[in-house]
């Protein structure tokens, strides 16, 4: 009888402190600048792969719904590279469920291309390392790769698809940073990220952006050894801002702030000045990440809900890396 060839994997999305914003390479997704990123523990996305003996298209059911268009078809590229790798052509059948909110900046593809990547290597029984797993979830998702080892990660650049990869550089233990989201919006963005990451190198700002980012890693990096929170916030804020100011002077522009966001960027900067340990960042949406340490987490959280304009928010400390897991 035929061997089932079914796997399962578990993911926690990750909040980019240094930011990925374009590539050198679109389609092998080969960044412009290296990156840094703490894993969010407490959101996850679980994924199932079994690989069938038939050809065809492959199917993706996410919270127990089928998907079908450009979510399908941005997984089953990924699976055909898998295929390639494992010289076998059945289709697949993918399930996933998330309790990541989809398309609001919060890295849910992170999640499951990283998921995804574990579960489909392992449904085929190719044994892959860390590095070689975080590579290959590269080529779903940029910020994929990052998901894949434990903790506080650094994704190096690279120029070659095999030098591209992300290490871990802190074990979740290593700091009890939390990461207090607050919920602006939890509409689908207009514009991806893989549409702003091609529209990036028409920013006069991008080369001299790209240009610094290997030094502000260098000092976030330092910064997180030391558990240093305030190098942190200085480091982390400046180099969203920077992200930011790409996104809005790309042709054409890409704003992804409300009102609201606004608000509460001002309201954290009132707050550090005031003396609580609090930092912002942002991701490709209008929705603001606060990082603090996880003593302050529930009084960031009760301050966040009382600012005009937050819908809810979800808090998290560090989290660990891409793991096979029993279907449950
Ligand atoms: C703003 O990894 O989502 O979150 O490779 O096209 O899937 P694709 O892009 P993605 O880009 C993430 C952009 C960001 C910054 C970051 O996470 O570093």
């Given amino acids: 009888m035929e061997a ?19 590539n050198r390479d679109d389609q092998l997704r080969l960044p412009a600048n290296p990156s840094l990123s703490m894993n969010l523990g407490a959101l996850r996305t679980i994924t199932t792969v079994t690989f069938l003996e038939e050809e065809g298209p ?24 898998v295929r390639g790798m494992a010289g076998f052509r059945g289709r697949a059948v993918v399930e996933s469920n998330t309790d990541i909110p989809a398309g609001v900046g919060l890295a849910s593809s992170a999640a499951a291309f990283a998921a995804l990547a574990v579960a489909a290597a392992a449904a085929l029984g190719m044994d892959l390392s860390e590095r070689e797993l975080s590579i290959l979830a590269r080529l779903g998702s940029g910020s994929a ?9 650094e994704w190096v650049a690279g120029d070659r698809h095999e030098d591209s990869y992300a290490y871990s550089i802190a074990p979740p233990e290593h700091w009890a940073l939390w990461d207090v989201i607050a919920i602006l919006s939890e509409q689908h963005k207009a514009v991806g990220s893989s549409e702003g990451h091609r529209r990036a190198a028409t920013s006069p700002l991008h080369a001299l952006r ?16 030391r558990r240093d929170f305030e190098a942190l916030a200085e ?10 100011a790409v996104m809005m002077t790309s042709r054409p522009p890409l704003f992804y702030w409300e009102p609201a966001t606004i608000t509460v960027l001002q309201a954290v900067r009132r707050w550090r000045d005031e003396g609580l340990p609090v930092a912002f960042t942002l991701d490709a949406g209008p929705n603001v990440h ?8 529930d009084e960031v959280a009760r301050r966040l809900q009382r600012v005009p304009g937050v819908r809810r928010v ?9 793991c096979r897991i029993p279907r449950s």
């Fill in 210 to 225: 790209v240009a610094t980012a290997p030094e502000r890693v260098a000092r976030c990096r330092e910064a997180i050894w």
């Fill in 58 to 81: 492959d199917a993706l059911i996410l919270n127990g719904s089928p998907v079908e268009g450009p979510a399908r078809d941005r997984v089953e590229a990924f699976l055909h590279h």
């Fill in 4 to 22: 089932i060839r079914r796997a399962t994997a578990q993911a926690h999305p990750n909040i980019a402190f240094i930011k990925y914003w374009g």
């Fill in 314 to 322: 979800l808090a998290s400390g560090p989290g660990g890396g891409a």
């Fill in 145 to 153: 790769c990052r998901s894949m080892p434990p903790g506080f990660v």
């Fill in 290 to 297: 606060v990082l603090c340490p996880m003593e302050v987490a």
């Fill in 235 to 244: 480091i982390v804020e400046t180099d969203a801002i920077w992200m930011h």
